[in-house]
């Protein structure tokens, strides 16, 4: 499954149905790891903080183990990670990261072809599956005392996989009908693909997760069965269980199901092509008689959250937050308000990266304003934003909403285990999860505007223009 969006600062002003789309989507042209599966897809502030009841411990075939406890209530999220999305896949064989997710659901030498789902539905619970840059995750959500079950289950497709050719032929057909519905047929999709394409010059990150056309068109057995062969290995999964669980015993089951699985001693090492100095500001154009809103969108390369070093991603997660969080926000009171150009601006930031990430901003023009004009508008903002300054109470209330929303995070059994999986997957570490609130109240006033000037550069930058055929005049 690949929904939209991966979890990002996502504060907004509703103005139409259009729009309302555009955010559903988490923006448009938006950057790694953005398709995280929608029931996942928390809010990118609502961070568990050094007080949850984590554990975490290595099997002896190098599987992560994480155990966030939470008793109140008998029931258990079991997920498992696997390091290897779209990003890691071979070139020329775009989409098979997420065409294997589909597969997995296919038999293995003890479930038939939809067992798995059919058994967790059967104990009431729920599961699915989604991929994004870095990872591809499985989870099911059930009473705890199935807990066992669910690993005993999940273990098994880690190591037998039984495909048909059949299975290949009907569901590559099932992955480009996904992506007739939620890319081809849709404006906002494809210009998003442009913009990443022209955003990455020479990273994967530049492909669509869901694959090009025709590269999907040609993916086969061999394709599925060697990604899956490479990188479904317990020494390249971490295995996420919170809720109602005790260490010892998930210790204990993790050991009799996925413990007996050999690693893979060929694990390549997670080596990605780079991006070359970026040295130009690239424009693109995007054109299409379905558009019904245009708008402009500007994207720039911006540096993830790193393991032991997360203070210029805070900063920068921040910084979206000032820019873009809300009515109350610099660009909303701006542009929406004070000089009435805008019927819509969001900033975006996708902290939760392997590699380099992007920094965004997207402004709906009102009625009669060019997109050129819109443009030149948010250029002259953000540049008097910088002379300006941070407003010193505006920060201390985003970070007064940050340290409640630490507090409300701890009632999602679901969100905390897609927070921890999902940092792990992309390089960071448990200790990373949990001192990133602390973190984010450290930041001061002059370090989100230093790393505005650092990282919002423009020969870092692409500007996207979305608009009807009839509106282009240049």
Not at 392 to 397: G, K
């Amino acid at each position: 499954m690949i929904p939209p969006m991966k979890p990002l600062i996502r504060r907004v002003t509703m103005v139409s149905a259009v729009v309302a789309a555009l955010v559903a989507m988490g923006g448009a042209g938006l950057p790694p790891g953005a398709f995280a599966q929608t029931a996942q897809a928390e809010d990118a502030d609502a961070q568990p903080d050094a007080s949850d009841m984590v554990s975490s411990f290595v099997l002896s075939n190098g599987m992560e183990v994480v155990v966030i406890e939470d008793h109140r209530a008998p029931v258990v999220q079991h997920m498992v990670w696997y390091r290897a999305g779209s990003a890691d896949e071979s070139v020329g064989q775009s989409g098979v990261a997420h065409f294997l997710e589909h597969l997995l659901f296919k038999a293995t030498d003890t479930l038939e072809a939809g067992e798995l789902s059919a058994t967790v539905t059967a104990n009431g619970g729920r599961d699915n599956a989604f991929t994004s840059y870095d990872y591809t995750a499985y989870f099911q959500r059930v009473a705890a005392d199935r807990l066992a079950l669910m690993m005993q289950m999940e273990s098994d497709r880690m190591v037998n996989i039984r495909l048909t050719d059949r299975d290949i032929e009907t569901e590559r057909e099932v992955i480009l009908e996904e992506r007739n519905q939620r890319t081809d047929s849709e404006p906002r999709a494809l210009f998003r693909e442009q913009l990443n394409a022209a955003q990455y010059l020479n990273h994967r990150y530049g492909q669509p997760i869901i694959g090009w056309r025709h590269e999907m068109e040609e993916l086969d057995m061999e394709d599925v069965l060697s990604f899956y062969g490479t990188y479904y290995a317990p020494n390249n999964a971490i295995l996420v269980v919170s809720g109602d669980v005790d260490p010892e015993d998930v210790r204990r089951l993790a050991e009799n199901t996925y413990g007996s699985i050999p690693a893979n001693p060929d694990l390549p090492e997670r080596a990605r092509s780079e991006e070359p100095p970026q040295t130009a500001a690239r424009r693109i154009i995007y054109k299409d008689p379905r558009v019904a809103q245009p708008y402009v969108q500007r994207s720039y390369l911006a540096p993830e959250r790193d393991s032991g070093e997360q203070e210029r991603a805070a900063a920068l997660y921040l910084l979206a937050e000032l820019l873009g969080g809300g009515s109350t926000s610099y660009l909303s009171n701006a542009l929406q308000f004070d000089q009435q150009v805008a019927v819509y601006t969001g900033v975006f930031y996708s902290d939760v990266s392997l590699d380099d990430t992007t920094f965004d901003f997207i402004v709906v023009p009102g009625a009669d304003i060019s997109l050129e004009d819109a443009e030149a508008a948010l250029d002259a903002t953000f540049a008097r934003f910088l002379e300006d300054g941070v407003d010193e109470a505006q920060l201390e209330r985003i970070k007064l909403q940050l340290r409640a929303s630490e507090i409300y995070a701890r009632d999602n059994v679901d969100g905390i285990a897609n927070r921890y999986g999902r940092a792990l997957a992309s390089g960071l570490t448990v200790e990373d999860v949990q001192d990133w609130p602390r973190i984010l109240q450290s930041i001061t006033a002059d370090e989100i505007i230093a790393v505005a000037r650092e990282v919002l550069r423009p020969d870092v930058s692409v500007t996207g223009w979305m608009m009807r055929d009839e509106e282009v005049s240049q």
